[in-house]
């Protein structure tokens, strides 16, 4: 594998093993294929705080599929469904329920994005195309990752319009506030039992991330259910895809549940990082965001175990939310229920000091939490 000079880059290395052949600036954009765009897309706003952005659809003349994007700070969503029947994104949508289609990633150029990785082995999804338009040009290109998830490069060049060519501004009348969710901190990928090295080697060799951390099933089994799990970056962190599996356990791992009701591989989890988790969680549960609970006794013997924090255990005990510590600082974070009707995809909300790890402290109350929701389901 060629190695490059990555002073040249002018992005921090954080992640010193991984090879950023690519290299990969952050996360363009998050596409879910969903049964009704319209109403997703009033959910992100009303519930999320996400902001519209654009749009297209039969009034831009695109006549099977229609997308909204909502955007809030440098977290930018897609919602598509679509306007026939029988097509690519119904059978998606029969196949999975709403549910991530596509991570995009943001490069400077995504012809040589795409080439470095198909020639490493990634399947194309779709071969360099340039979409133009009176603001300037996007260059796309998209290869298969885990179950039918794909990654779109998106090369922007100075592209000056909305979002890309093909949508046009989209502002309607109703905005709600935003709720202080600033980026992507990681996005989790489910994967089928003893695939999590496949797709963990297929991160490494295509796209040249390392693993940060693994971990096992001795760290996140609960009496019943188990899973494992390998965080693999790029070289400048900006992109950290942790990768589960599940593992054996008395009853069905929380993995599985999920690989059962999506029908395979995808998207488990979003972490959305905020600078004040105290603030957005509560404008969060005030507009309705329902999240997992831990018992009381969590906060009993929590500062025992990660010592001093900035802030009032009170408020966290309030709203629920989790601390960690590891080497570097703390974290702070909290998991949504199920944001769909299928057990599949949920919410993290994250906010970091100085901590780079996971919460891995936390599986086992969090862990627990979900199997009671498992048991309510009747699927543990
Ligand atoms: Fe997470």
Known sequence: MATVDKSSLKLPIENPEAQDFLPLLGTDYIELYVGNAKQSAYYYMAAWGFRPLAYAGLETGQKDKVSYVLQQ???????????????????????HGDGVKVVALWVDNATKSHKETTT????SYFEPKTLEDQHGKVVLSGIHTYGETVHVFVERGDYKGVFMPGFRKWDPFYKPAEVGLKYIDHIVGNVGWNEMNKWCQFYAKVMGFAQLVSFDDKDISTEYTAL????????????????????????????????????????????????????????????GVEFLTVPASYYEDVLDRVGQIDEDLEPLRELGILIDRDDEGYLLQIFTKPILDRPT????????????????????????????????????
Request: proline share 2%; glycine share 10%; no cysteine.
């Open 120 to 123: 490493r082995g990634a399947k």
């Open 228 to 287: 494992m799990s390998k965080v693999m970056s790029n070289g400048n962190g900006r992109i950290k895809f942790p990768i589960n599996e599940p593992a054996e356990g008395r009853k069905k791992s929380q993995i599985e549940e999920y690989i059962d009701f999506y029908n395979g591989a995808g998207v488990q989890h979003m972490a959305l990082a905020t600078d004040n988790i105290i603030e957005t969680v509560t404008a969060l549960k005030n507009r």
């Open 73 to 95: 700070d440098k977290i930018r969503l897609v919602l598509s469904s679509p306007l026939q029947s029988g097509g690519e994104i119904n059978k998606h949508i029969d196949a």
């Open 345 to 380: 995809m949920f919410i993290e909300i994250i906010q970091r000091k100085g901590a780079k790890s996971f919460g891995k402290g936390n599986f086992k109350a969090l862990f627990e939490a979900i199997e009671r929701e498992q048991e309510a389901r009747g699927t543990l």
